[in-house]
């Protein structure tokens, strides 16, 4: 038996994400199960557990079919899994658009179940209401605004936003308005990016860009993507890792070692 104490959990706090507003760009991406989260938090200060992992995970069509249970049992690992990261869960389509109390219900039971540190849901000034409701119960909420994936059939399709510059009041109204209602910081996603730019001067709280603008306070991905998993990323991901053709290569090697009965070895075996 091991006798060294394990690490002490000494966690990222949101005040401390808060206080980033303009300083050091903040590194978040995604996570869905311990192991890449182990490895995430070694190198990020934000882990989403992103609703997106109904597409990556579950194979999906979109996020709009997520469950809360599943929300919930892919934090707990992550969680499990990390130590330093703030993990932040995203709360799923239909669990709290209903009203703030609908809302409450649901973001106490993924905090109590995951012991996650904050959650993430989509909208912007129709939701200012309910960030505020949750802010002001003791939940810590991360905004998201722009391209709301949730909202895809609304929007017809994952569109880009703000390529008519006549939209941009609107976002940037969102932006301002979850940020008074007490969200600690805003997710940008599929923004053009001179409104990504403007919003991120404009409001008091960190934003965080995906396909949105270098200037944003922080930038995230979805972690299948930016290690090649995903064959075809949408354009603003820059893949940094080709597991993809690694995974397949040792898939293929592994298949043939079987075949030719030259796997498992003596080493691999119990005498
Ligand atoms: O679900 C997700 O992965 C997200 C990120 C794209 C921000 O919301």
Same mark, same amino acid.
């Given at each position: 038996?091991?006798?060294?104490?394990?690490?002490?959990?000494?966690r990222i706090t949101v005040p401390q994400i808060a206080a980033r507003k303009g300083g050091d760009p903040i590194v978040a991406l995604?996570?869905?199960?311990?192991?890449?989260?182990? &490895?995430?938090?070694?190198h990020a200060e934000v882990i989403l557990?992103?609703?997106?992992?109904?597409?990556?995970?579950?194979?999906? +069509?979109?996020?709009?079919?997520?469950?809360?249970?599943?929300?919930?049992?892919?934090?707990?690992?992550?969680?499990?899994?990390?130590?330093r990261a703030l993990v932040v869960?995203?709360?799923?389509?239909?669990?709290?658009?209903?009203?703030?109390?609908?809302?409450?219900?649901?973001?106490?039971?993924?905090?109590?179940?995951?012991?996650?540190g904050a959650?993430k $849901?989509?909208?912007?000034?129709? #939701?200012?209401?309910?960030?505020? !409701? $949750?802010?002001?119960?003791?939940?810590p909420v991360m905004a998201? &605004?722009?391209?709301?994936? @949730?909202?895809?059939?609304? #929007?017809?399709? !994952?569109?880009?936003?703000?390529?008519? +510059?006549?939209?941009?009041?609107?976002?940037?109204?969102?932006a301002?308005?979850?940020a +008074?209602?007490?969200a600690f910081a805003v997710v940008l996603?599929?923004?053009? +990016?001179?409104?990504a730019?403007?919003i991120t001067r404009?409001v008091a709280i960190p934003t965080i860009g995906i396909?949105a603008s270098v200037d944003c306070d922080g930038q995230i991905?979805? $972690?299948?993507?930016?290690?090649?998993?995903?064959?075809?990323?949408?354009?603003?991901?820059?893949?940094?890792? @080709? $597991?993809?053709?690694?995974?397949?290569?040792?898939?293929?090697?592994?298949?043939?070692?079987?075949?030719?009965?030259?796997?498992?070895?003596?080493?691999?075996?119990?005498?």
């Amino acid at each position: 038996m091991s006798t060294e104490s394990p690490k002490p959990v000494r966690r990222i706090t949101v005040p401390q994400i808060a206080a980033r507003k303009g300083g050091d760009p903040i590194v978040a991406l995604t996570s869905y199960h311990a192991h890449t989260a182990a &490895i995430v938090d070694r190198h990020a200060e934000v882990i989403l557990v992103g609703d997106s992992l109904g597409m990556v995970m579950h194979g999906m +069509e979109s996020t709009v079919g997520v469950p809360l249970d599943l929300m919930i049992m892919h934090g707990k690992a992550v969680v499990r899994g990390t130590r330093r990261a703030l993990v932040v869960v995203d709360m799923p389509f239909g669990s709290y658009e209903e009203s703030p109390g609908v809302a409450f219900r649901n973001a106490a039971k993924v905090m109590k179940e995951t012991r996650c540190g904050a959650v993430k $849901l989509e909208g912007g000034a129709r #939701m200012a209401e309910t960030i505020r !409701f $949750l802010t002001e119960r003791g939940i810590p909420v991360m905004a998201h &605004i722009g391209l709301t994936p @949730q909202s895809s059939h609304v #929007m017809g399709g !994952f569109k880009t936003q703000g390529r008519d +510059e006549t939209s941009w009041p609107a976002h940037e109204a969102d932006a301002q308005a979850v940020a +008074e209602a007490g969200a600690f910081a805003v997710v940008l996603e599929g923004m053009v +990016e001179p409104l990504a730019a403007r919003i991120t001067r404009q409001v008091a709280i960190p934003t965080i860009g995906i396909g949105a603008s270098v200037d944003c306070d922080g930038q995230i991905l979805v $972690l299948e993507d930016m290690l090649g998993l995903n064959p075809r990323p949408p354009r603003f991901v820059k893949v940094y890792g @080709q $597991l993809g053709g690694m995974i397949e290569a040792a898939v293929q090697s592994y298949a043939a070692d079987v075949r030719a009965r030259s796997f498992p070895t003596d080493s691999e075996v119990y005498r």
